[in-house]
């Protein structure tokens, strides 16, 4: 019978709410309510019943081939005569189980204005399930409190729209005080008054900040495992006034949370970085003084990954990829991602938001400096074979020479190789074996 928790033939089935130790969790309200929480999160998306019925249909499709011949051995006929009789009948007891399931529970509301970026003074408005009084609150927090009582800073909904003067996440449950589902014996022990929830969060206020220096594959020409300690992840207020961290969360590729505990501010037009290691960096940057915080054990990839960083109402400030491929010596040669332009940067996103550094190392806490004039200028690097690798950025439409001599100042410069133009930009390399003897090298555009 799908309309009871609990069979009342046979042997009466498990006793899901009762046995052994399970009745001790749910005796627990706070526990209870998770339960009716996430069991109507997942009605709204996996556990819909068009859902079911999807993963019924596709699962009797993968075997409707070997049924007949499963039939004939067993010599076992389906319900209803025919295999989809009995897929059906599956369907249709599913439907009955989760209208009993849902009738359990205080129905939710509905978010009608979806959230999102919208004007100060506009308003949002919600939708209560027949008959039930709803409550929200605008800061976020739960209108349910520990134990079942209601948030004294929670309102309830008359059904007027709400005016939005400032950012807020509304925070909306149900509660019927009138509600009534089994309980006792072979049922839950207890029941409750409230719904899941349901949010949205409004911005009316943008955060202006952005992410505007990023090292995440400093010089790996430093001890091994040095390098990476001197990662950096550059924060700039573009806003005018200062922005508090706290209640912000970074996601991706660092995840790092900002609490009253550990809190950091930024003056308009001022900037910070979050480091991973506070004192390998400040050995490495002793004038720095700005730091929003250390992630310690997690590293950016360098090969690129998500960044994404929330405020304390869940407003998206920004939620983007770097990829190394937008400026290749930035990977492991020395210098760091910046913005093209912080006065007006594009898309965080897009490769064309995004130059090299121009000093090696980067420039945390202050303004990058304007890029030199040179198309390109020469790294080097040697590997674990005494091999050394001569890089430059080539711009497109150059043709390109690497030369060298023996001294500075004396001899001639050789061509020790030549690059044609291209219709792209691009990194070029030339490889040389380390020799005990100095050698200097060079790289023209023309």
Avoid: C
Avoid at 137 to 155: E, K, S, V, Y
Wanted: charged share 20%; proline share 8%; no cysteine.
């Amino acid at each position: 019978n799908p309309r009871v928790w609990r069979s009342t033939t046979s042997d009466g089935g498990t006793d899901f709410f009762n046995y052994t130790w399970w009745d001790r969790v749910f005796r627990d309200p706070d526990f209870f309510q998770d339960y009716i929480d996430r069991y109507q999160e997942l009605r709204r998306d996996q556990f819909s019943t068009t859902n079911l019925w999807r993963l019924i249909d596709d699962l009797a499709a993968q075997v409707r081939s070997a049924q007949p011949r499963e039939a004939a051995r067993w010599g076992v006929g389906p319900r209803g005569g025919s295999y989809q009789a009995e897929v059906n009948l599956m369907r249709t007891w599913i439907s009955n189980r989760t209208e009993f399931m849902d009738k359990q529970f205080v129905a939710p509301p509905r978010v009608v204005t979806p959230g999102g970026s919208v004007p100060s003074g506009s308003s949002f408005e919600l939708a209560p399930a027949a008959g039930i009084p709803l409550y929200y609150t605008l800061d976020g927090t739960d209108p349910r409190l520990p134990g079942g009582r209601i948030n004294p800073a929670a309102f309830q909904y008359t059904g007027t729209p709400v005016r939005l003067l400032k950012n807020a996440k509304v925070v909306a449950r149900s509660m019927n005080p009138s509600h009534t589902a089994l309980t006792g014996p072979n049922n839950p022990p207890l029941k409750s008054l409230w719904s899941s929830p349901v949010s949205a969060t409004y911005v009316t206020d943008p955060i202006p900040l952005v992410i505007s220096e990023i090292h995440y594959h400093p010089n790996d020409g430093t001890a091994a495992g040095d390098a990476d300690n001197l990662e950096f992840i550059e924060f700039l207020n573009l806003g005018s006034r200062s922005i508090s961290f706290e209640g912000m969360r970074l996601r991706g590729g660092v995840d790092y949370n900002w609490t009253a505990t550990n809190n950091a501010v930024l003056r308009a037009g001022e900037r910070g970085v979050l480091v991973r290691n506070l004192e390998r960096f400040s050995t490495q940057y002793p004038t720095v003084s700005a730091i929003l915080g250390v992630y310690g054990s997690q590293q950016l990839s360098n090969s690129g990954e998500r960044l994404a960083l929330f405020g304390p109402l869940d407003e998206p400030v920004f939620d983007f990829w770097y990829d190394p491929l937008w400026q290749p010596l930035t990977d492991g040669v020395g210098y760091s991602l910046v913005l093209a332009d912080e006065a007006h940067p594009g898309p965080l996103g897009d490769a064309t938001s995004w130059r090299r550094s121009t000093l090696i190392g980067g420039s945390p806490a202050l303004p990058d400096p304007a890029p030199v004039s040179a198309p390109g200028i020469l790294q080097a690097s040697i590997d674990s074979a005494f091999v050394i690798h001569l890089k430059f950025d080539a711009p497109a439409g150059l043709s390109h020479r690497i030369e060298s001599r023996d001294r500075l100042d004396s001899g001639s410069w050789a061509s020790a190789a030549e690059f044609g133009s291209a219709a792209t930009n691009r990194v070029e390399e030339l490889s040389v074996r380390a020799t005990e003897a100095a050698r200097f090298y060079r790289v023209l555009h023309y």
